[in-house]
């Protein structure tokens, strides 16, 4: 067992992909009540499924006369794996693909004890009852077909890898940007609770208000950004010696830069192609903590394309 070449593999590689996307798929599905096409890659393949069985043949193979032993390897093996591959993934996209937080007994979230238990079984499961006939069914393909239809697949998974690994990278690029946005428009709003603030009862609400502001979303910080022109507007209106020229050359100004990020938005949606908005839904329990607010404006503009 495990005399295998570089061909046989790579190949028991993309079968254990596939095998983890038909079981991730089937219970995300389960639970969302809709089918999910789940993972990292548009295609039916996860590497982390892949990574992780080919890992467990790995360490098993000192001890695969030991079931205790072989159990210990699977837990240590798997649960280094996921959690080097979460820390990885989350530095490089600035979000997480999977988050045991909420579970007991969890490390940063990426890893918990209950996660690390089944991986310890299911390399006794692996290694005792599914790779043997997946073995003998490989082992029996001719050399040179096996090696051509590696290729072929090689082929079609790095170049679906590669336009994965890209929108990944965008998604993270775009967070960014929705964030600075937030933070010139929270910057805009506070010069605007100046000039509309004329009581010090008014003062103080405006104070409370820029509190509660820290958590709006985009939506809703620019409908108060409108809300204050308005009451500007209302105030020239009454009173049109209510400011100087000077602050309403600043207002003018504000009201441009405000009118051009209008503008930007009217081609926000745009930003998320079919791998971005896909990637997003086939991965409902994706979340950014460093960019949460940025990252949920993302998911709105997602699942919206779909109605």
């Known amino acids: 067992m495990l005399g295998y070449n570089g061909f046989q593999w790579l190949f028991f590689f ?20 809709k089918l999910v096409n789940r993972g990292f890659m548009r295609g039916p393949f996860l590497p982390l499924y892949g990574s992780g069985a080919i890992m467990m043949l790995v360490v098993s193979m000192p001890f695969r006369d030991n079931v205790f032993l072989t159990y210990i390897a699977g837990v240590i093996g798997a649960t280094a794996l996921e959690y080097v591959t979460g820390v990885v993934m989350e530095a490089l996209f600035k979000v997480r693909y999977w988050d045991y937080s909420n579970k007991p007994f969890n490390f940063q979230g990426h890893i918990c004890l209950g996660s690390s238990v089944a991986w310890g079984f299911f390399t006794i499961l692996m290694t005792r009852v599914i790779h043997a006939p997946i073995e003998q069914r490989v082992t029996a393909i001719p050399a040179r077909v096996l090696a051509w239809v590696t290729i072929l697949l090689t082929i079609y998974i790095v170049a679906d890898f590669t336009l994965s690994f890209k929108a990944a990278l965008d998604l993270r690029d775009i967070m960014v940007k ?103 839904r086939n991965n409902p329990t994706m979340e950014s903590r460093k960019y949460r607010n940025a990252f949920e404006e993302l998911k709105k503009i997602a699942n919206s394309k779909r109605k």
């Open 178 to 280: 929705i964030e600075k946005a937030k933070e010139e428009l929270d910057r805009m709003q506070r010069r605007l609770d100046v000039i509309v603030a004329f009581s010090n009862e008014e003062k103080e609400l405006k104070k409370q208000e820029r509190e509660e502001r820290r958590e709006l979303w985009m939506n809703e910080m620019m409908a108060s950004i409108e809300q204050r022109f308005a009451a500007i507007k209302e105030n020239l209106l009454n009173r049109p010696t209510a400011y100087g020229e000077s602050v309403r050359e600043e207002i003018a100004e504000l009201r441009g830069r405000f009118g051009e990020y209008l503008e930007r938005q009217k081609n926000e949606s745009r930003l998320l192609d079919f791998y971005k908005r896909d990637m997003i």
């Open 14 to 33: 993309y079968i254990y992909c596939f095998f983890g996307w038909c079981f991730e798929s089937a219970y995300v599905s389960f639970k969302s009540r």
